[in-house]
């Protein structure tokens, strides 16, 4: 099994930054690729970006491109979006998510593991 833990979210002002860190432990080298998503309150879990253990291909929604950058270190046990130029509709829960297929598609229904969220607030 896998457990992952985020950490790092917060309130932050509209073109603040902030970086969230997910902490994998367990069985982590059954993880093909780690992932961001995020809710908002009413709205279905949007996927946000996804790093690839393979080759450590990034991709992310158009909404973030340019402003978030997804990373992960050498050990593959803390993967990290930082995120820049926050505006208010990047208001939401932070999920951080595992998947055990090789080259997952951007739905939460390809990632098997989660974690419990982190709240990420821009407003001023």
């Known amino acids: 099994q896998v457990q992952l833990v985020e950490s790092g979210g917060g309130l932050v002002q509209p073109g603040g930054s902030l970086r969230l860190s997910c902490a994998a432990s367990?069985?982590?080298?059954?993880?093909?690729?780690m992932g961001w998503f995020r809710q908002a309150p009413g709205m279905e879990r949007e996927f946000v970006s996804v790093?690839?253990?393979?080759?450590?291909?990034?991709d992310y929604v158009e909404s973030v491109k340019g402003r978030f950058t997804i990373s992960r270190d050498d050990a593959w046990s803390t993967v990290y979006l930082q995120m820049n130029s926050l505006k208010p509709e990047d208001t939401a829960v932070y999920f951080c998510a595992a998947s055990l297929t090789p080259r997952p598609r951007a739905v939460p229904n390809y990632f098997h593991y989660w974690g419990q969220g982190t709240q990420v607030t821009v407003s001023s």
């Open positions: 367990g069985r982590t080298s059954i993880i093909y690729a």
């Open positions: 790093i690839s253990q393979i080759d450590g291909t990034t």
